[in-house]
T-cell receptor
Framework: NAGVTQTPKFQVLKTGQSMTLQCAQD?????MSWYRQDPGMGLRLIHY???????DQGEVPNGYNVSRSTTEDFPLRLLSAAPSQTSVYFC??????????????FGNGTRLTVT | AQTVTQSQPEMSVQEAETVTLSCTYD???????LFWYKQPPSRQMILVIR??????QNATENRFSVNFQKAAKSFSLKISDSQLGDTAMYFC???????????FGTGTLLAVQP
């Protein structure tokens, strides 16, 4: 049972480049989400999904796209990277769709630097 | 909109002592859940403790306990017998009753001194 797996762990991009951060979970969780962590700002929600085929925007969605074609996978796409997207990104999932104390299970994070 | 506030950016405690990290939140919901997560230098996010708003009893997990004051919208974390391995960033988080979205505070960096 691997939990939530994120790849890559580190990435450096030039401004304007595109990339996809991968996230997969093997716990059959319906809910998946992406956060970014910046110093002094905690973790902020980018996008989330309550099931395959369903995605929605979080607090800071601009510049990011997501899709959820399967229950297991929830990739995050940066179409044209900007220095403001330099951050640590976390994928997280949880059981159930709300109304419970199920915690979020986190991946190990991706440190992205955009130059 | 819900907000979570952690007013202590950094704290320090001596090994074996007790320390309390503060967290306040704002919500109009009556049913919700509160969490404390720990993030050591490894960057991993680890669940420390959780509390259901409908429970009056404060949650406890070994050396970690909370003081949940629903009327004051306060959710502090007490760490007893602090250990060097407790050195980490601690995040308080709120989840409304009908959603899985977790809203985080800005974190408190705790340093345990030998």
């Amino acid at each position: 049972n691997a939990g939530v797996t994120q790849t890559p762990k580190f990435q450096v991009l030039k401004t304007g480049q595109s990339m996809t951060l991968q996230c997969a979970q093997d716990m059959n969780h319906e809910y998946m989400s992406w956060y970014r962590q910046d110093p002094g700002m905690g973790l902020r929600l980018i996008h989330y999904s309550v099931g395959a085929g369903i995605t929605d925007q979080g607090e800071v969605p601009n510049g990011y796209n997501v899709s959820r074609s399967t229950t297991e996978d929830f990739p995050l796409r940066l179409l044209s990277a900007a220095p403001s997207q330099t951050s640590v990104y976390f994928c997280a999932s949880s059981l159930g769709l709300g109304g419970s104390n199920s915690p979020l299970h986190f991946g190990n994070g991706t440190r992205l630097t955009v130059t | 909109a819900q907000t979570v506030t952690q007013s202590q950016p950094e704290m320090s405690v001596q090994e074996a002592e007790t320390v309390t990290l503060s967290c306040t939140y704002d919500t109009s919901e009556n049913n919700y859940y509160l969490f404390w997560y720990k993030q050591p230098p490894s960057r991993q996010m680890i669940l420390v403790i959780r509390q259901e708003a409908y429970k009056q009893q404060n949650a406890t997990e070994n050396r970690f306990s909370v003081n949940f004051q629903k009327a004051a919208k306060s959710f502090s974390l007490k760490i007893s017998d602090s250990q060097l391995g407790d050195t980490a960033m601690y995040f308080c988080a709120f989840k409304g009753g009908a959603t899985n979205k977790l809203i985080f505070g800005t974190g408190t960096l705790l340093a345990v001194q030998p």
